[in-house]
């Protein structure tokens, strides 16, 4: 029982980090990037083509949180350009349907590319012993960069005057522009955070699983779920809601098998959508 | 300071307010006075960047502010206090005035200022700022709207919601402000408090720029004494 | 013209139909019959291959899907991300029932129909309660998707999990034959648009549309627009189910991919978006189109995902609307400058004037 207690922890911590990029997007521009997860392909098949290029592995790392970073950017010079130009709604809906339409021209070209290449980073060493829980190293490793991460991205918002600002944005649109506080730039910086945190995702996660070159689709549907369940644009909701839903989710496979697990995950998800459509914590409109 | 000539602009249903103009002199109390529906949010809007103008200038010390946005408006030292407040109200009071700053960092010495002309929001600052009274929320609106060291303060209705006595309030503390040398740009439905503040006025009606004058000059004027001040 | 037809569309309600309606119906009915005659025509043309008439039989199935999605989303605005789901409770339920429970294979269908239409309308009625706006709601039903796929991995010793099965009901009658399914999903397909067509031509129809563009609109003509969007949902889900039975009779094999979400929603999608959102004829051009693209790019592999998500991008950009309403318009500002004007065949021009009220 411990044992799928920390396995859930460790599982929802990275469902957390997960979210964390797709919430601050939607939160801040009303904009649903469903080619999230595709960010943290590119992400991962980068490293892997670096390693498999000869590069060692730390710089390789550091080359896919560029490749994640420099999409980001990309997204916001390009695509969601029209995107910007909607309001409400419809701003949303283009959002949607535009970087769903990225998401195939990715998928595709990657799994006709590469279709067998995965991430894979292994971390020498036998289980690491916690509270008596055997945990594998490669585990305990992610789920410590993701802390690290998760609070860093805590102490940037809270404490530092640009994270406020992203904030304010958020909170208000217009009290922020009011303040001088200009929404596309921060937009802009903040898709190319998300960049890094989904090559991030991809990283953390390929010490416990492959990342696959067709597993974009996947990860998107998790961070969304997570984030609508957490609270769109709310960072510390996407934590909370991902831990939530990571216990759920290896507490009900050990007793009824991953697939049925999955099920009562989304069964789980969209009851708590229904009850607060606000999610853990949102904002109530 | 601030001259705004011929602003024509509306939404789209149709142009709100038409050829308006309106000047504010530095040192001065300003206030723009109108019923409901007037215009008097969209001339502010609309001064701010926040809505184009179709036709007319805005001029702060000379230089046009017509389709500049919004954030560099506020930077170039116009605070605006809209009637709807837009507080961030997630935050804690400290960090709405902090933001008031925003890029730079709160200065010590006006977040002092801030808590001396609002002694409450100091025993308030970590509150946030959506559990707070309406007064209060006022109050840091005000404060975050100071906290940038603004040249021009204009505030839209800053008596909407407010009690008798708070509403009272609020102008005493506009009146210390303007005595300091803040100049302040007021649009107000509570004509006889907005009287007492300003030097000059104007009459907005139906989205046009009816009378214009000392405020001496505007409440001895019959009709501004029929419409506004309930005296027949 | 414009106030002809706005008086007709605006009275033709269940009794507006019946005494003012030959020529409505008429206009309804010659674009369906005429279609239905053009792609009548397609097995002379293909119907000695076996595998090109599969591919027109999945071709009609899928313009029967992008009519149901569109009576959901095009007509009200619904966006229900569980096309392929919906589509597989009549495909699952059916061929279940059918094979498993024994059921009559018609008993089955129907059954497996009105169990879609059901979850439609549940899922309709549960977003409408909690007032969902588009985004919830497409959250809500994506995650049905993946609960309904996830139950038919689950539940391996009925559905045969990962690897579907093989469907018996049917298997030594017209269903498999090489061309007559191909006429049966043309005569679901043009049942569809007839019932369609009839729904926009109602009052509440009428309604609707003018709620996306005026809400008060829509209001004034006192419509229940709650239920109307509950009410279309249960219908396009209920055609959903039906196309979906049907499917998996004529097919003969079913898997979790054959109503998997990145194979019909999305499709779906591309489909509708290309013909128009909301248009009667955009869901069959959208999958005329699309299959006949499909086979052309068949070579593609992998590559064809990338296409179809730059034309995705592309059409969302520069023809949101659809090539259908895109080309109406061009068509009728030619028409305008030509000063030739039929009523009743192009569509109306926006009109400021309130609906007719309801006939008494």
């Known amino acids: 029982m411990i044992a799928n207690l920390l396995d859930g922890i460790v599982l929802g911590l990275q469902f957390g980090l997960l979210a964390a990029g797709l919430t601050l997007v939607y939160g801040l521009g009303g904009v649903l990037n469903l080619a999230y997860g595709q960010m943290a392909v590119i992400s991962a098949t980068t490293i892997v083509l670096a390693m498999d290029a000869g590069m ?104 530092t005057t640009l994270g406020r600002a992203v904030r304010s944005v958020i909170e ?114 | 300071m601030l001259e ?97 700053a925003y890029p730079g960092r709160p200065d010590t010495a006006t977040l002092e200022g801030v808590f001396d002309l609002f002694p409450r929001l100091s025993e308030r600052r970590r509150q946030r700022a959506g559990t707070m009274s309406g007064g209060e929320q006022q109050m840091l609106a005000v404060g975050r709207a100071l906290m940038s060291r603004p040249r021009l303060l204009i505030l839209d209705e800053p008596t909407t919601g407010l009690a008798p006595k708070l509403a009272a309030e609020a102008y005493r503390a506009l009146e210390v402000l303007r005595e300091r040398g803040l100049t302040v740009l007021v649009a107000e439905q509570q004509v006889p408090l907005a009287l007492a503040f300003s030097n000059r006025g104007y009459v907005l009606e139906n989205g046009s720029i009816s009378k214009a004058g000392t405020s001496a000059e505007l409440a001895g004027d019959p009709d501004v004494r029929r419409a506004y001040l309930g005296v027949s | 013209m414009t106030e002809r037809f706005t008086e ?68 009200t605005g619904q966006l229900f991300l569980c096309v392929g789901a919906l589509a597989g409770i009549g495909g699952y339920g059916a061929a279940i029932l059918a094979d498993k429970a024994g059921w009559p294979l018609l008993i089955g269908v129907i059954a497996a129909t009105l169990a879609a239409g059901g979850v439609g309308g549940l899922l309709s009625w549960v977003a409408v309660r909690r007032s969902l706006g588009v985004i919830f709601t497409g959250i809500i039903t994506l995650i049905f998707s993946l609960v309904f796929t996830n139950l038919i991995l689950g539940l391996g010793s009925i559905t045969g999990g990962d690897g579907g099965f093989h469907v018996q009901a049917g298997a030594d009658t017209f269903l498999r034959q090489r061309i007559p399914p ?81 194979q019909v929603d999305v499709t779906v999608l591309v489909m509708l978006a290309f013909g128009g959102i909301g248009t009667l004829f955009g869901p069959v051009l959208g999958a005329v189109v699309f299959s006949v693209i499909d086979e052309l790019l068949v070579d593609l592999g992998q590559l064809r995902v990338v296409v179809y998500g730059a034309l995705v991008i592309v059409l969302f950009l520069w023809i949101p609307r659809g090539v259908i309403p895109t080309l109406a318009d061009l068509l009728k500002a030619r028409a305008r400058s030509t000063t030739i004007s039929r009523p009743g065949t192009t569509p109306a021009p926006p009109s400021s004037t309130a609906p007719g009220r309801p006939s008494p």
């Open chain 2, 4 to 100: 705004v000539t011929g602003i024509t602009a509306g939404y789209q249903g149709g142009d709100v307010i038409r050829d308006v103009g309106f000047r504010v002199e530095p040192g001065e109390a300003v206030m723009i006075i109108g019923s409901n529906g007037a215009g008097k949010t969209t001339l502010f809007r609309t001064v701010l960047g926040l809505l184009p103008p179709s036709t007319g200038t805005v001029k702060l010390q000379g230089e046009d502010l017509v389709g500049i946005s919004t954030h560099r408006i506020a930077r170039k030292g116009i605070a605006f206090v809209p009637a709807e407040r837009r507080l961030f109200p997630r935050m804690t009071a400290e960090e709405n005035l902090a933001l008031g």
């Open chain 3, 8 to 75: 007709a569309t605006g009275t033709s309600g269940i009794g507006g139909i019946e005494h003012r309606g030959s020529r409505s119906m008429a206009a309804l009915l010659v674009p369906v019959v005429g279609t239905g005659a053009v792609l009548a025509l397609v097995p002379l043309w293909l119907g000695d291959s076996g595998v090109m008439m599969g591919l027109a039989v999945g071709g009609l199935t899928f313009a029967a899907y992008a009519i149901g999605f569109n009576l959901i989303f095009g007509s």
């Open chain 1, 172 to 285: 208000d649109e217009e009290g922020a522009r009011l303040v001088g506080v200009d929404p596309r730039r921060i937009m802009r910086l903040i898709l190319v955070m998300t960049g890094v945190l989904a090559a991030l995702v991809a990283v953390t996660r390929s010490l416990v699983v492959p990342v696959s070159t067709t597993a974009g689709f996947e990860l998107t549907v998790s961070a969304m779920i997570v984030t609508v369940v957490g609270g769109l644009g709310s960072v510390a909701g996407a934590v909370l809601a991902g831990i939530v839903l990571g216990i759920i989710s290896t507490v009900a496979a050990s007793t009824v098998g991953t697939v049925l697990s999955l099920v009562i995950l989304l069964v789980a998800a969209a009851v708590t959508i229904l009850i607060r459509p606000s999610g853990l914590l949102g904002v109530r409109e």
């Open chain 1, 56 to 159: 060692p592995v730390f710089p390789a790392i550091a080359l896919g949180l560029a490749a994640g970073g420099l999409l980001g950017l990309i997204f916001d010079l390009t695509i969601l350009r029209p995107v910007y130009q909607r309001q409400g709604e419809a701003r949303v809906l283009l959002s949607l349907l535009l970087t769903l339409g990225l998401a195939f021209v990715i998928d595709g070209y990657l799994s006709w590319k590469y279709p067998t290449k995965a991430l894979t980073l292994r971390i020498g060493g036998g289980p690491i012993e916690i509270i008596g829980v055997r945990m594998v190293r490669g585990a305990v490793v992610a789920s410590i960069i993701t802390v690290v991460v998760l609070g860093v991205l805590l102490f940037f918002f809270r404490k």
């Open chain 3, 182 to 262: 191909y006429y049966l999903m043309l005569g679901v397909v043009l049942a569809y648009l007839v019932v369609h067509g009839l729904l926009r031509r109602s009052r509440v129809g009428w309604a609707f549309r003018a709620l996306r563009d005026d809400e008060l609109a829509a209001e004034m003509t006192g419509v229940n627009v709650s239920r109307y969007r509950v009410v279309a949902a249960s219908l396009g889900a209920a055609m959903l189910g039906l196309s979906g039975a049907v499917n998996a009779f004529t097919e003969g094999t079913i898997s979790p991919t054959t109503y998997g979400f990145s």
